[in-house]
């Protein structure tokens, strides 16, 4: 069988024996897709630093008949993105983004996820220090949304009445969205305003403006987009990026 050529994306690696690594590659042509890298760690390997976290560029796959590990024969960079590495805050969120693409990306290509992670760790990269935490914010609500989990905003998460816009709605990740009056009533948990309605509408919408957060309301967004991605984890997911991102220990350092 012939060798596949299709732009590619590091998600993860792991040593492999004395010699090799494993890589899990978002791919545009395959999806997410594992292959060893063969001879990867030895001084003189063709890989070179080429297998960095993050790092985007073509691969070329021997694709295995009966199991899911391929064999990756090349990988050449067209970006390695090391700015990504440079700011934790820009680093947490680009792993975020890897790592709900290792969770929730579809068996198979889905080139709209492929797409938007791709450029998204591009914008991170480029973001001006003081606008990367609302950027990222942006970034993961949006590959969640091209995933197909978005939350209903503008209808009844249960009962898919339109919401009023001027209201504070009560926020239910485990019925999928917003809820009305009537069913959110008596519920304990996330009450947005209206202006806050509005931020997150901003967030998911690529041509809306980016809101302005304050570092309180940047945390509560934060929270937020945690419990959102936690009910869809289910009992026992865990996300170690999506704990790194959330803990802000790391940011007084």
Known sequence: MPPVATPAIILSTIRYGETS???????????VQSAIAKGALRPKSRFGAALHLLSEGHATLYLARSSDLHTLVQFEPVAVRIGLAKR??????ASLLAELMLKFAPAGPHQPSYDLFRDALAVLEAAPGDAVEVVGLRCLWRLVSVLGFAPSLERCAREGAALASDRAAFFSPGDGGFLCDTCGAGMSGSRLLPADRADLAALLEPAAELPFLDPAHLAA????????????????????ALAFWLDRRWAAA
């Open 21 to 31: 690594k494993i890589a899990r590659l978002a791919t545009r042509e395959l999806g």
């Open 88 to 93: 934790l805050d820009r680093f947490a969120a």
């Open 221 to 240: 967004h934060r929270r937020l987009f945690d419990r959102w991605v936690r009910q869809q984890l289910g009992d026992g997911g865990v996300l170690p």
